[in-house]
Every structure is written in C-alpha cells, then in structure tokens.
C-alpha cells in the first residue's frame, strides 16, 4: 500500500483582505478599532414645561408598583405613588403577594396617605397574599399608597401591584 500523503500546510489564522496587503495590528478598544465610526454624543434639548399643553386620560396606570425584603423583625413598609406635574392616580385595585405564597401568615395593611404618612386604611389582606379593592379619591403628587406587612417570613421578597387609569400632561393635543 502506497504511503498517505500529509495535506499541504495551511496558515492557522486567515487574515482578511486576502489581497496580499497586510492588516495593521490595533489595540483592543482604541478609534481606529472601531474604524472611526463615533461621533460625538448628542443630548436632546430638554422640552420647556410650557410645551405640554394636553392632557391625555384613562390610561392605564405606570409605577404602581413595589417590592423589598423582609427584614429580620419580619415587617415592612412600601409605597407608591403618583409622579409629575399634572399626574393623577384613579386606582382601582391592588395585588399583594410574598415568596411564601398561600401559606404566608403575614397581614398586610393598605393604606392611602399623604407625604409618606399612613392616614386612612383602605384595605387589609389576612394572608399577606391577595387582592384588595380600592375606593379611594384621585391621587395627585404627594399622595401614596401604603403596605404594611406584619409577621412576615424574614428573607421573602414581598411585593404589590396597582390596577387602575391614569391622567398625565402630553406635549400633544391629548385625547
């Protein structure tokens, strides 16, 4: 038997352009890696307040929600609340759950106050897990929601939701 012929020796690395040039060597990261593609950074002027002149309404709700680890003590207070000039809060109801689940012993509070202060109990959820509904007035900047829970499970993540509308000020001609 004849002997095996070696294949012919090929480069380990092929370099591109394969038209006989040689491809300088830059460093990682500098301008001519990137083939001096950037170009400065341009910051989009601020909108001057005078420009949101209309009012869009019965939105669905954004930032209604909050979450936190139960401390060691096992209770915890969060908050929510409306944010931005001509933004009112219309909530309808609100979920509450912890890691722990259905077999969470925890109580939690709802409450609506204002400047971070508890002032008027809205609802209350036995299992630390459920949903409340919620009538309470709209809700202008400075007001919140808040949830307290007591004997929670330290370590679980708890956490809640706001279902509702929303009005917030628009730079168009609203809706």
Known sequence: MPPVQAPPPVAAV??????????PAVPAGSWAAAGNRFTKRRVNPPVPIGNYTGKISGVPLTGGQASGQVPAGGAITLQV????????????QITLSTTTGALDTSTALVYLGSGGVPTTQVGSVFSGNGVAA????????????????????????????????????????GR
């Open 14 to 23: 092929v370099r591109w352009p394969r038209s006989g040039k040689t491809v």
């Open 134 to 173: 919620l009538a309470v007035p709209a809700m202008q900047p400075g007001d919140f929601i808040i949830v307290s829970w007591t004997n929670g499970h330290p370590g679980d993540v708890a956490s809640f939701n706001i279902i509702g509308t929303q009005d917030a000020l628009t730079t168009g001609s």
């Open 81 to 92: 609340g409306p944010q931005g000039l001509g933004t009112t809060w219309y909530p309808a």
